[in-house]
């Protein structure tokens, strides 16, 4: 804690990002540590806050700037900020300094079940608590790194959906491409439209969006961007890519 004295209220702060899973802490298991230690302390849970599938390399967290925001509107009480570990807080050493540094201007205790005196001033637990913050840092750049190899390996072999947005006409299912039949008839029509001469000209994107606007209102609303990025878009040509990585699938192929 910031000093020997007691907080009068404590507020939960729990986090999980897109890999979660993978941490094995989820948001109910981190809440149930923080209202267990609340309750053996004899303190109360103000709020819990909890951002979900949101990465700790992130200071903008939109429950993390709420507790930021309660614990200004509650200034005459002494708060403490509760969290299972360091790496809840932020997975990068830079974020968590600037987070201890903020609460501790606020006069607010910082409370990690898992690394006791977390904001001790003596050297070795300084030193210690920085190292954690390194060490999150690196596992996290590390779970990015085998994510990475993992997408571009699924590309390359073919294999499906590898993440990033999802071509009009498809949505993700797990890791696989599902076709939606509505949107890829629209597709088809756009190409098709495209490369129908009409007058010995082919239709432009402006024109094209205007006869689909008309046609498909109940899916979407299209105008000449929209247009060009689905004609001039590989994807429906059956090419993936990732990165620098490109490969062809037939089971994708629309045109």
Do not use: W
Not at 89 to 99: A, F, G
Not at 164 to 175: E, I, L, P, S, T
């Amino acid at each position: 804690m910031t000093s020997t004295d007691t907080p009068q209220a404590l507020i939960g702060y729990s986090r999980v990002s897109t890999d979660g899973q993978r941490e094995g802490y989820g948001i109910k298991i981190q809440e149930e540590k923080i209202k267990a230690y609340a309750e053996e302390k004899g303190l109360s849970v103000l709020r819990m806050f909890r951002d979900e599938g949101v990465s700790g390399a992130l200071k903008d967290r939109p429950a993390l700037l709420q507790l930021l925001n309660f614990v200004d509107e509650n200034r005459k009480m002494r708060l403490g900020v509760c969290f299972l570990r360091l790496d809840r807080l932020s997975r990068s050493l830079v974020i968590s300094e600037q987070l201890i540094a903020d609460f501790q201007k606020r006069r607010v205790d910082v409370i990690s079940l898992e690394e006791p005196d977390l904001l001790s001033n003596e050297p070795n637990r300084k030193l210690f608590r920085q190292f954690k913050a390194m060490m999150a840092e690196y596992e996290k750049e590390m779970i990015t790194a085998r994510m990475s190899a993992g997408r571009l390996k699924k590309v390359q072999e073919g294999n499906g959906y590898a993440g990033g947005r999802v071509a009009f006409g498809f949505r993700a299912n797990g890791d696989d491409y599902v076709p939606v039949p509505d949107e890829l008839a629209v597709v088809r029509e756009i190409f098709s439209l495209r490369r129908k001469p009409r007058n010995g000209e082919r239709l432009g994107y402006q024109r094209i969006a205007k006869l689909l606007n008309k046609k498909y209102t109940a899916i979407r609303t299209f105008n000449a961007m929209t247009v060009r990025y689905i004609v001039n878009n590989p994807f429906y040509k059956g090419f993936q890519h990732y990165g620098t990585v490109s490969t062809f699938n037939e089971r994708l192929r629309v045109v």
